[in-house]
Nanobody
Framework: QVQLVESGGGSVQPGGSLSLSCVVS????????IGWFRQAPGKEREGVAN????????EYVDSVKGRFIISQDNAKNTVYLQMNSLKAEDTAMYYC????????????????????WGQGTQVTVSS
């Protein structure tokens, strides 16, 4: 079984940066994909980025390409989401999730691939 704990959320002005962390613990090595999702009030949860842990291949949705970076530190069992040039529309609760493989994050089915979720961390971008 895998457990996920996010941290690093907060409030920032437009154009600012935040770094989210997702600590992965547990002995289940079959959950090879870590994804970041977000959900704004009144909206569906949407994929942001994922990383396939065995080879660190990453994928981003178009709305965050060039601004967000997903990475991992295997020694710390941690996956990061560096968020730069933040916009008001990035405001949401951010979740990390683990799954057996990495789906296309723009797919409406992506959420179903991930079967283990963290508790979420709030990101607010406002002037």
């Amino acid at each position: 079984q895998v457990q996920l704990v996010e941290s690093g959320g907060g409030s920032v002005q437009p154009g600012g940066s935040l770094s989210l962390s997702c600590v992965v613990s547990g002995s289940d090595t079959s959950r090879r994909c870590i994804g970041w999702f977000r959900q704004a009030p009144g909206k569906e949860r949407e994929g942001v980025a994922n990383i396939y842990r065995p080879n660190a291949v990453t994928e981003y949705v178009d709305s965050v390409k060039g601004r967000f970076i997903i990475s991992q530190d295997n020694a710390k069992n941690t996956v990061y989401l560096q968020m730069n040039s933040l916009k008001a529309e990035d405001t949401a609760m951010y979740y990390c999730a683990a799954g057996p493989w990495c789906p296309v994050m723009t797919s409406t089915l992506a959420v179903r691939i991930f079967d283990t979720w963290g508790q979420g961390t709030q990101v607010t971008v406002s002037s």
